[in-house]
């Protein structure tokens, strides 16, 4: 069965640090998201984007934040300086055409900024 | 006021036992998803709902538009449904390109 890939499964990194999380989504899918969850709260919606571009982001993903689709595969997450509260577990999602088509998430990218 | 409430937050239930976990939501949608999440992290989706109901094994969900509510059923219990059971939906018109999560049921099945 297709399903999403993401990597590294966990990261630690220094405050004011970039990070940046991979994500190969299902190949035949046109709609790519990031998620995150701090832990114990509920999950967050980051950013979505859709032929080659940025279709909807939160309040959350400021100008820190970056997502880029390099090479037609990979949909990476950057985090250019890294606060101690982008410590979360980040999911990478992808569905065939839309957020109302079946959502299929990858394993999360535990990130832990010290 | 949050978007999407589940109840319970907590279930814990004997194995056999019939589970319901529900959800409502307070805007206009085009899809609900039912979604499971592993204590590793992971998150699997188990359904998409925009009418009806649909039956996966011993999973059942149900959705009332009208009512703007959802249940996930579990018939026979087991300790291996033990996971975070969370409701989402997709919003309809702006703000649609995302999925709206509730803040998870944890259910906890014993032996």
């Known amino acids: 069965e297709p399903e999403v890939t993401q990597t590294p499964s966990h990261q630690v990194t220094q405050m004011g640090q970039e990070v940046i999380l991979r994500c190969v989504p299902i190949?035949?899918?046109?709609?790519f998201y990031w998620y995150r969850q701090i832990l114990g709260q509920k999950v967050e919606f980051l950013v979505s984007?859709?032929?080659?571009?940025?279709?909807?982001k939160s309040e959350i993903f400021d100008d820190q934040f970056s997502v880029e689709r390099p090479d037609g595969s990979n949909f990476t997450l950057k985090i250019r300086s890294t606060k101690l509260e982008d410590s979360a577990m980040y999911f990478c999602a992808s569905s065939e055409w839309g957020p109302a088509a079946e959502a299929f998430f990858g394993q999360g990218t535990r990130l832990t900024v010290v | 006021k949050n978007e999407v409430e589940q109840s319970p937050q907590n279930l814990t239930a004997q194995e056999g036992e019939f589970i319901t976990i529900n959800c409502s939501y307070s805007?206009?949608?085009?899809?609900l998803h039912w979604l499971q999440q592993h204590p590793g992290g992971g998150i699997v989706s188990l359904f998409m709902?925009?009418?009806g109901k649909k039956k996966h094994g011993r999973l059942i969900a149900t959705i009332n538009i009208q009512e703007k509510h959802s249940s996930l059923h579990i018939t026979a219990s087991h300790p291996r449904d033990s996971a975070v059971y969370i409701c989402?939906?997709?919003?309809?018109?702006?703000?649609?390109?995302?999925?709206?999560f509730g803040q998870g049921t944890r259910l906890t099945i014993n032996p």
């Open positions: 709902l925009s009418s």
């Open positions: 190949s035949n899918h046109l709609y």
């Open positions: 989402a939906v997709s919003p309809r018109g702006q703000g649609a390109q995302k999925l709206v």
């Open positions: 805007v206009g949608i085009s899809a």
């Open positions: 984007f859709y032929n080659n571009e940025i279709s909807e």
